[in-house]
């Protein structure tokens, strides 16, 4: 059973930085694909940025291309999403999610991944 707990969100203002740590059970880092997704009250769950972790393939949402960079710590079986430059839109709830890696395509889709955690609510005040 692949269990993941998302740690690191909080209230910032605009312009400020978060990073957001996903830990996983050990064997989740080898040959999975992880991925951030998050929900704004009313709207759908999106997908953020997501990182196979065999090939080193990422994939960004563009809202949030050259802010937010996804990266995963295999010694310390954690993946991280840095979030600099934050803005209101970016308020929401973030979910971690995982899944046997199968393929490249798709990384950003909420149906790909099988493995899910409880969420870490980012508020981003203007």
């Known amino acids: 059973q692949v269990q993941l707990v998302e740690s690191g969100g909080g209230s910032v203002q605009a312009g400020g930085s978060l990073r957001l740590s996903c830990g996983g059970s050990?064997?989740?880092?080898?040959?999975?694909?992880m991925a951030w997704f998050r929900q704004a009250p009313g709207k759908e769950r999106e997908g953020v940025a997501a990182v196979c972790t065999g090939s080193g393939t990422t994939a960004y949402a563009d809202s949030v291309k050259g802010r937010f960079t996804v990266y995963p710590n295999n010694a310390k079986n954690t993946l991280y999403l840095q979030m600099n430059n934050l803005k209101p839109e970016d308020t929401a709830m973030y979910y971690c999610?995982?899944?046997?890696?199968?393929?490249?395509?798709?990384?950003?889709?909420?149906?790909?991944?099988?493995?899910w955690g409880q969420g870490t609510q980012v508020t981003v005040s203007s």
């Open positions: 999610a995982a899944q046997r890696y199968y393929s490249a395509f798709g990384l950003l889709a909420q149906a790909r991944y099988g493995y």
């Open positions: 050990t064997y989740t880092y080898n040959g999975y694909c």
